[in-house]
């Protein structure tokens, strides 16, 4: 028979054992934090590039040409709706 060393066995016992916490912890908690960020990051940056490639629609910042409102320059009034 060969001689077992009780220290690896020790801490080969643990680290089942900490892996099983750690799974049970990871469908308790869901995602890890950079998990979630790198989603919600992801999600962003799918829908601004969804809302960029949308047809019709002005820039960010500009007005659009129907909403209903005359365009005018800077410094310029509005002609006044009758």
Wanted: aromatic residues 2%; glycine residues 8%.
């Amino acid at each position: 028979m060969k001689p077992i060393n009780l220290n690896k066995a020790r801490k080969a016992r643990a680290k089942i054992k900490n892996r099983a916490q750690a799974d049970e912890n990871a469908v308790f908690f869901g995602l890890s934090k950079a998990q979630r960020e790198a989603a919600r990051s992801e999600a962003a940056r799918s829908a601004a590039r969804h809302a960029g490639h949308r047809k019709g629609d002005a820039p960010t910042g500009a007005a659009s040409a129907g909403d209903g409102e005359p365009e005018t320059r800077e410094g310029e009034r509005a002609p006044e709706r009758r």
